[in-house]
């Protein structure tokens, strides 16, 4: 029986080894499909906001009670799962409980320690589920968020059960556990004396005082399939759902702009063709790489914005597989809370299921697939995009870095440049900046007019 069990376990570890692997490649490409930009540089200084903002939670405690909350989750889920280590090793061996022996005086502190953990994870998931189907937390309503629909609404609560379940199965298997060796059962028994009732678990212990032997072994042994298939079921999932941030949170914000807020990217095309313009020396190429000595350019001009994902940079892409859809964005958008259709939310969400489908072709058709579908107008509107004012309080809201404006301005400067799509007012603008050199219809040389006027009524 015990061979049979290990045989089956390191199936399913091959399995979801297996499952993990092709979405990773999948993601990956789809991750590389976008535009090249450097964001290698500054190390100690990507290293640095890393911690504080991925590690520490740092923009999380702006709400401190919903900060902590968020931390006991991410805790948990970092130190609970060291956990899997002795899990997975006694599921190939056929051990049971490996490193008791061997860390006597430390092994019954960390199972409390994991215990609490637990205990706090599931709490706080119960209170996140209230928050959003009995409290109903605006940002999570479809009825205000047209983005919010059936699937992302399940996926949270699929997500948030799951860890509950998953945290009891945990619990109840320390206790039934302690229970059968309390009996001396079988190899249980061998653990007495080194191994203690835990913190959590010994209030669980009379739920299975009048199992029999056998009754207990196999709550016991469920328990702890179930809490490692579970957790296993769980590394494959969040490779389709929001939770992916769970994986690529760190790097999303080691990657971020460091550049400072507000100070928006000139176009590395539009810059080449004023330096060809004046002149000048072409200091940098299309992709925004310092140009080759001599200044020699390619022929073709690269596309001025982006319409689809492959015209993005690469990072916009990761944005959009590590944003966690909480909505923080979207509650901070002017726009969206004067009643525009401006989300910034949906848009990272579009541009995330824009590459669900491009991966999906790939997966029916080959890797050479195309569509006739671009982000723009499939999935983004120019109404959203003319929304938009640029305030930066969607970059300064998300908790992990995400930058929605980047994409709106990239989507946004292909209708204004290559469609030449921009709303009568401001073409009227743009004709007076270039023309007048200000916003406003009047020459630049009655600019200060207005001076005199407050000199003649002094």
């Keep these: 029986m015990e061979i049979f069990q290990q045989i089956l376990f390191v199936a399913a570890l091959a399995a979801v080894a297996w499952f993990i692997t092709q979405r990773i490649r999948l993601i990956s490409r789809a991750i590389n499909l976008g535009r090249p930009e450097n964001r290698f540089d500054h190390a100690d200084e990507r290293l640095k906001t890393m911690l504080l903002v991925a590690f520490g939670q740092k923009k999380m405690f702006t709400n401190l009670l919903v900060g902590v909350m968020h931390f006991v989750i991410y805790a948990g889920f970092?130190?609970?799962?060291?956990e899997?280590?002795?899990i997975i090793l006694d599921g190939v061996l056929g051990t049971h409980r490996l490193f008791a022996p061997y860390i006597t005086p430390v092994y019954p502190i960390l199972i409390d320690v994991?215990?609490?953990l637990a205990f706090g994870v599931l709490a706080v998931c119960v209170v996140f589920l209230c928050r959003r189907f009995v409290a109903k937390v605006s940002r999570f309503q479809q009825e205000r968020h047209r983005e919010m629909t059936r699937w992302p609404r399940t996926d949270a609560a699929v997500i948030l059960i799951a860890e509950i379940l998953l945290m009891i199965a945990f619990l109840t298997w320390n206790a039934s556990d302690s229970v059968l060796r309390d009996r001396g059962v079988g190899h249980y028994g061998e653990l007495q004396g080194i191994v203690p009732d835990f913190i959590i678990s010994q209030y669980l212990k009379p739920l299975f005082t009048n199992f029999s032997d056998t009754a207990l072994i196999?709550?016991?042994?469920?328990a702890w399939w179930l809490h490692i298939l579970g957790i296993l079921a769980f590394a494959v999932y969040v490779t389709y759902s929001k939770h992916l941030h769970i994986a690529l949170g760190f790097p999303n914000v080691y990657f971020s702009d460091l550049q400072p807020k507000g100070e928006m990217q000139n176009m590395p095309e539009i810059t080449k063709e004023v330096q060809l313009a004046l002149g000048l020396p072409v200091t940098t190429d299309a992709d925004g790489s310092q140009a080759n000595d001599n200044g020699e350019q390619p022929a073709e001009i690269g596309r001025f914005g982006a319409k689809d994902v492959q015209d993005l940079k690469w990072i916009n892409l990761m944005n959009a597989y590590s944003c966690t859809e909480c909505g923080r964005c979207t509650s901070a958008c002017p726009a969206n809370i004067t009643g525009k259709k401006l989300s910034?939310?949906?848009?990272?969400?579009d541009t995330r299921d824009r590459l669900e489908e491009i991966q999906q072709g790939w997966k029916t058709n080959g890797p050479d697939y195309r569509d006739d579908k671009s982000l723009l107008n499939d999935y983004i509107?120019?109404?959203?995009?003319?929304?938009?004012t640029t305030c930066q309080a969607c970059v300064n809201a998300c908790p992990i870095n995400i930058n929605p404006l980047d994409i709106i301005l990239q989507l946004r400067r292909y209708r204004v440049m290559e469609e030449s799509d921009a709303p009568a007012s401001w073409n009227a603008m743009f004709s007076n900046i270039e023309n007048n050199m200000a916003p406003w219809k009047f020459s630049?040389?009655?600019?200060?007019?207005?001076?005199?006027?407050?000199n003649d009524d002094k």
């Design 78 to 82: 970092i130190i609970i799962n060291l």
């Design 84 to 86: 899997i280590l002795e």
């Design 114 to 116: 994991f215990e609490v």
């Design 218 to 222: 196999a709550y016991e042994r469920t």
């Design 344 to 349: 910034p939310r949906k848009v990272m969400m």
């Design 381 to 388: 509107t120019a109404e959203e995009l003319n929304a938009c």
């Design 444 to 454: 630049p040389s009655d600019r200060f007019n207005w001076a005199e006027q407050v």
